[in-house]
């Protein structure tokens, strides 16, 4: 339990997807003007990486991996290089139920996305998610506490990011920092931060 409790805080604040590893930085800086938005990003980045990785673990393991097909009188085939198109279509998926849910039941939040709700689907911080899990050669249960990491690590650092944002726009900027400048800074200043995770985890 110990070991998946540690995968959970090494998911979310060591290999923290935008501040450490530079993914979904469009989404990321986009959508954290406004607390509500962030925070509706973050609980949707949070579902997304959640059920998709470990659900594209499933499929990897039955249909992908070398030797699978050995029932059907196929033992040498090995289907691993279609990972990357099945990883897509199960994250287009989940992006476009996802997207008739909030549509239905959160009509505000479905309106404050715009645009880049669907661009989830090909958002790089949630591919990385099933990516790293090939890579990394995770278990099931591994999969889903690094999935769910990797969510609600996203979801805190858009979401601190959001409130800084909102509390800066009553501030005096100069003009060249207003808006998308000023997110780079802090965006730059908050991963200085989550770098120190890092150094801790290689501390033990």
Do not use: K
Request: proline share 4%; glycine share 10%.
């Amino acid at each position: 339990m110990s070991e998946l409790w540690h995968l959970f805080l090494s998911a979310a604040f060591v290999d923290n997807m935008p501040l450490t590893l530079f993914l979904g930085l469009c989404t990321f800086l986009a959508l954290s003007r406004r607390p509500e938005a962030a925070i509706g990003l973050g609980i949707a980045m949070t579902g997304v990486l959640g059920v998709t990785v470990p659900l594209n673990y499933l499929i990897y393991q039955a249909f992908l991996t070398p030797g699978t097909w050995a029932w059907a009188g196929l033992p040498d085939i090995d289907l691993s290089y279609l990972a990357l198109i099945a990883f897509i279509g199960v994250i287009a998926a989940s992006v476009q139920l996802l997207e008739m849910l909030l549509d239905r039941f959160f009509p505000a939040t479905h309106a404050a996305f715009g645009v880049f709700l669907p661009l989830l689907t090909v958002q790089c911080a949630i591919l990385a998610g099933s990516l790293f899990m090939v890579e990394r050669s995770y278990d099931f249960l591994q999969s889903a506490v690094f999935g769910l990491g990797s969510g609600v690590g996203f979801a805190i650092a858009v979401a601190m990011l959001g409130a800084i944002r909102t509390r800066l726009a009553y501030s005096d900027l100069p003009a060249s920092l207003r808006g998308l400048g000023i997110a780079f800074v802090l965006a730059g200043l908050m991963s200085l931060g989550f770098a120190a995770f890092s150094q801790m985890a290689a501390a033990q």
